[in-house]
């Protein structure tokens, strides 16, 4: 009876912490597109490739102030307060250190991209975003750790108000690319408030190197793959800013931003809610069997058919949103939305991996894609911008292979079960997408096409999953529906 409560207790926090973790991203997403799409038909193609080629550079430096931390003390069973008062010393302290150096090398940066000057202010401003952001970190840890994620949501929603207000009534009053950058120092400064005064944690004045060397011994796993991620993530926008010119690297920020909003909310919900399960499991071998089956169903069940719908509405999307302006970014969104299948997946192999405490070997896989990525790089860059994007796909596919290898070696879990438990998702995804394009021959109009895009595939989905008699999707909307418990 005992074990029975314990489970039910489990899942219905596990549920709760989902539930919250989709309302985040679902409407920090709704509100950072309605800014974006204000400032994408406002703001010009070559003032966002002055900000993309920024974000390039701010992307290590987030990267180095955090060092894999925040994922360690999740996977770490019983993180002390002499933990999380060391990791928030190190990241403040890192922080600033790297805004220094940053600060320094903005005529350095603004030469790479040829940008004449017009980069190094802009730099030096946007790059305060990753100081006010690291002072943040150990409360979201915090709150993720303890599955009570509800005020993450309730800030990342502040913030995004705030400054999509900021954002959107400087880009009307024609500060161009000033307007993107004064939106994210905004909209980090409000977050990292929130969270502060809805915490009751304060960091302790102490900081342990014993601490930091046994946090690190995960930590330094998942910073190592992070770096080489982080690196091919934004190694497109480098070439294209360095080696074409700012204006295609603003068609392919715009791309890319779109595309990872619907990419990164997936894999962020998903690690958020299931990361801290399985680590808490880790060491009861059949529940964690047991957890995992049910969470890469869970994963197939949303992926395939939101990105696939994503996919195939693409067109209609952006025309509503931008009319004809980004049209030359579209085939590029279409490529990054099916890179961005096999990055949810393979997020969440990663998670299976990082639960067990074997983060060190995720770097592995990481260097499989990174080469893969040189290569297919290599092949495309004299071809343009469209093949060059295209090769992501490759690099994705032949990540997604070994990552499953890795995963069945680490967790001792049977990888043909992984690639089994998603074919049917993939297949009923592929059914019910099929009127969704037979629509788009007959429906010109770009609203009635999306909307009944949506109803027809989202409906005829449910429906198969229903006939299929799917235990996920039942237990997903019991919960929607308050019959949760009961089950």
């Not at 204000?38 to 992307?59: C, D, H, M, T």
């Not at 915490?199 to 342990?208: H, L």
Request: some cysteine.
């Amino acid at each position: 009876m005992k074990n029975q409560e314990e489970e039910i207790g489990l899942k219905l926090k596990t549920a709760r912490t989902l539930k919250w973790n989709t309302i985040d991203k679902f409407s920090s997403q709704v509100l950072y597109a309605v800014t974006g799409i204000v400032l994408a038909n406002v703001v010009s193609k070559a003032e966002f490739g002055l900000v993309g080629a920024i974000l390039v550079f701010q992307a290590f430096a987030s990267l180095f102030v955090d060092s894999g931390f925040s994922t360690a003390l999740i996977q770490r069973k019983n993180p002390t307060e002499t933990d999380y008062s060391t990791v928030f010393w190190f990241n403040l302290g890192m922080s600033v250190m790297l805004y220094a150096v940053l600060w320094l090398c903005a005529p350095w940066i603004d030469s790479i991209f040829h940008a004449e000057g017009q980069l190094i202010p802009l730099a030096r401003v946007m790059f305060v975003t990753f100081i006010i952001n690291a002072t943040a970190i150990v409360q979201m840890n915090r709150l993720m750790k303890q599955m009570t994620v509800k005020m993450i949501a309730v800030s990342n929603v502040i913030g995004l108000v705030v400054s999509g207000i900021v954002g959107i009534w400087l880009a009307l009053a024609g500060w161009g690319a000033w307007a993107i950058v004064w939106q994210s120092i905004v909209l980090a400064t409000v977050k990292s408030a929130v969270l502060w005064l809805t915490s009751s944690w304060v960091p302790r004045m102490e900081f342990s190197i014993e601490s930091l060397r046994s946090i690190f011994s995960v930590g330094a796993g998942v910073m190592a793959s992070s770096f080489l991620n982080t690196i091919f993530m934004n190694i497109y926008s480098f070439i294209i800013g360095a080696h074409y010119n700012l204006v295609q690297l603003g068609n392919y920020s715009q791309a890319d931003k779109w595309s990872k909003m619907g990419v990164m909310s997936l894999s962020q919900v998903f690690t958020a809610s299931f990361l801290p399960i399985l680590s808490a499991k880790q060491d009861e071998k059949r529940e964690f069997a047991r957890m995992l089956t049910k969470i890469n169903r869970f994963t197939c069940y949303v992926t395939f058919f939101v990105m696939g719908l994503l996919l195939v509405s693409s067109t209609q999307i952006f025309h509503i949103f931008f009319g004809t302006k980004w049209d030359s970014a579209i085939l590029m969104f279409q490529l990054l939305v099916v890179r961005g299948i096999f990055t949810v997946i393979t997020s969440q192999y990663n998670n299976y991996i990082i639960s067990c405490g074997a983060s060190r070997k995720y770097v592995y896989s990481e260097i499989v894609k990174d080469v893969s990525t040189v290569i297919a790089i290599v092949v495309t860059i004299p071809l343009g911008v469209t093949w060059l994007v295209a090769g992501q796909v490759f690099a994705g596919i032949v990540y997604y292979f070994y990552a499953l290898y890795l995963v069945g070696k680490v967790t001792e879990f049977s990888r043909w079960t992984l690639v089994k438990d998603s074919l049917p998702y993939v297949a009923l995804s592929v059914v019910a997408l099929a009127p969704s394009v037979m629509l788009s021959w007959v429906i010109s109009n770009a609203w009635i096409l999306l909307a009944t895009q949506l109803g027809v595939s989202g409906g005829l989905y449910l429906l198969l999953n229903w006939l299929m008699k799917s235990k996920i999707q039942a237990d997903a909307l019991g919960y929607v529906f308050g019959r949760f418990i009961k089950k």
